[in-house]
């Protein structure tokens, strides 16, 4: 793990410790904080070997980086919403009900590929659009 702390932080860290501490007790000190540190790593490991026991072989070949929150690419997952395709729901029987708007969306596409497109109904002249009262 990288904590961000450069060398430079690290001596000024050690020297601040050595005058609050003491050059007689900082060796104890270090030491405890050793212990420590080995404490957490094998709690650390010993965690993990528990989880991946409980949870099964299933889980192994799960890739944790995709779900890291940092590979986040707002860009990439609104594309890809873009780009699914939407089925038109059934109904309507007028001229204008129906009535598929298609457009190309080639230019969103990365290299200009064509793309799937999208389907939207028309509502009939003077009918309301769908509303949901519970969601405003």
Known sequence: MNFGLS???LI???VIALMVVG????????????RLVKR??????GAKDRVSSE?????????????DPRQYDPRRIIREAILDEVVPSPGGG????GAPIVGS????APGGAMTPTRTVERLETGELPPYD????
Do not use: N, Q
Not at 23 to 34: D, I, S, V, W
Not at 94 to 97: C, L, S, T, V
């Open 94 to 97: 007028g001229a204008g009900a």
């Open 105 to 108: 969306i080639a230019a969103l």
């Open 7 to 9: 060398a430079d932080k």
């Open 12 to 14: 000024v860290i050690a």
């Open 40 to 45: 957490v790593g094998e709690y650390l490991r």
């Open 55 to 67: 949870m099964g072989p299933e889980f192994e070949d799960v890739d944790w980086r995709k779900l």
């Open 23 to 34: 050059p007689e007790r900082l060796p104890k000190y270090a030491e405890g904080f050793a």
């Open 133 to 136: 009262s519970e969601a405003t």
